[in-house]
């Protein structure tokens, strides 16, 4: 690999023991400059690492506490994410989804993130959503 691949580039790997382990060659997240970015999370329960509630009300909150854990971790907070994409197994979870997800980040007074939504044929543990964000520190 190119010797100058790393040169000039901070990248700290961002990690809390209240969201669920990475189990594979992956971060939580990862603090570039000002900016963290998480992996994508499903509803995990970070103790069991089992997937918690059978609804999309259920799952998206557990998916959000997840996130607001490793954005914390990073000196961050949902208050100051900037874009997030969603991956929904059925665009039909939409309206319950967003409920939560606007709960959690577009609460009074605060801007809401960009977003992205997309149907998806199949999350990691056959989850109904999977959510990833960026944030600034």
Do not use: H, W
Not at 33 to 61: M, R, Y
Not at 94 to 111: C, D, E, H, K, S
Request: hydrophobic fraction near 45%.
């Amino acid at each position: 690999m190119d010797g100058d691949y790393n040169r000039g580039m901070s990248k700290a790997v961002v990690a809390s023991s209240a969201a669920p382990a990475a189990i594979g060659p992956y971060s939580q997240g990862i603090r570039s400059g000002n900016l963290v970015f998480t992996a994508g999370q499903i509803a995990l329960d970070p103790v069991t690492q089992q997937v918690v509630g059978p609804g999309i009300t259920e799952q998206t909150t557990r998916v959000l506490e997840n996130l607001k854990a490793i954005l914390e971790a990073a000196g961050s907070s949902l208050a100051r994410v900037v874009k997030a994409t969603v991956y929904l197994k059925d665009f039909n979870d939409f309206a319950a989804m967003n409920a939560v997800y606007g709960a959690y980040l577009a609460p009074a007074g605060i801007a809401a993130p960009a977003r992205t939504t997309v149907e998806v044929s199949r999350l990691p543990k056959d989850v109904l959503v999977e959510i990833d964000l960026v944030a600034e520190v």
